[in-house]
């Protein structure tokens, strides 16, 4: 048992929990955004993926900066495009995979976006870890 409290100590270890933490609160905005477009009101999905994603993303972008990465970079002119483009290239690789589930696998919307969710973890952490919120990349 002490062993593995020892794991969790880790500062690489607490980090990743928190990003976890951070990230389930980013997507109940994320997915109750879109159950509430595509399912309730019956927009389209590819708008009702849209704007749940901006929902999430930007429930995330302010709970990491703060909570998870402790960023405290002012510079918003140089930070934000940097987050964009991160932010980008994750919904580009989220969308094509969203459709690929829905069009091509035939699953269900939501869990299709729950899928779609849990396989975009890893990618997401990594690139807000060393790149979006790393201190030595805006130094």
Request: glycine share 4%; net charge positive.
């Amino acid at each position: 048992m002490s062993y593995i409290i020892k794991i969790l100590k880790r500062p690489g270890v607490q980090e990743f929990s928190r990003y976890v933490a951070v990230g389930g609160l980013a997507t109940v905005a994320d997915w109750g955004t879109f159950y509430v477009f595509s399912l309730e009101w019956k927009i389209d999905f590819h708008i009702a993926f849209v704007v749940a994603f901006i929902a999430g993303t930007t429930t995330h972008y302010c709970l990491n900066k703060r909570y998870t990465f402790k960023n405290t970079y002012t510079n918003l002119k140089k930070h934000i495009p940097v987050y964009l483009l991160s932010v980008c290239f994750a919904f580009l690789m989220s969308f094509l995979l969203m459709k690929a589930l829905v069009s091509g696998c035939h699953l269900h919307l939501m869990v299709a976006k729950m899928s779609t969710t849990a396989s975009m973890l890893i990618l997401n952490y990594v690139l807000h870890k060393y790149i979006t919120f790393n201190k030595r990349f805006f130094s």
